[in-house]
């Protein structure tokens, strides 16, 4: 995985389709997308830190402008990018160095 850092991430919707898009200058990435006429939904929030993709994602999770299911649903395949996913007992579980979640609850398999 890549060492690049952001300041900004969030959700963007385009065609029908939302996507995970990250940036520096949240500005510039609203201002881009809110001229695209495809996009339907832009919603980035600053990083408290500058943050690789894994943990911007993370920080998303808990945000409470990404709680809808979708969302969350999203934000975890997301993460399942990012770090080690291993099946026990017949569910997906995310292995973190923090804690394990089980995702099967969260999204169908």
């Known amino acids: ?26 500005t510039q990435r609203v201002w881009g997308y809110s001229r695209n006429t495809d996009v339907t939904r832009c919603d980035f929030t600053e990083l408290p830190t500058a943050m690789n993709k894994q943990d911007a994602v993370r920080f998303l999770l808990s945000y409470q402008q990404f709680s809808s299911y979708d969302d969350q649903s999203l934000l975890l395949e997301q993460l399942m990018k990012y770090e080690q996913v291993k099946i026990v007992e017949g569910r997906r579980v995310l292995l973190t160095t ?10 169908a398999a």
Not at 15 to 25: A, C, L, Q
Request: with cysteine; hydrophobic share 35%; net charge positive.
């Open 1 to 26: 995985m890549s060492d690049k850092l952001y300041k900004c991430a969030g959700l963007v919707t385009k065609k029908g389709k939302t996507k995970v898009h990250f940036g520096n200058d949240m």
């Open 98 to 107: 923090d804690q394990s979640v089980a995702t099967d609850d969260l999204i």
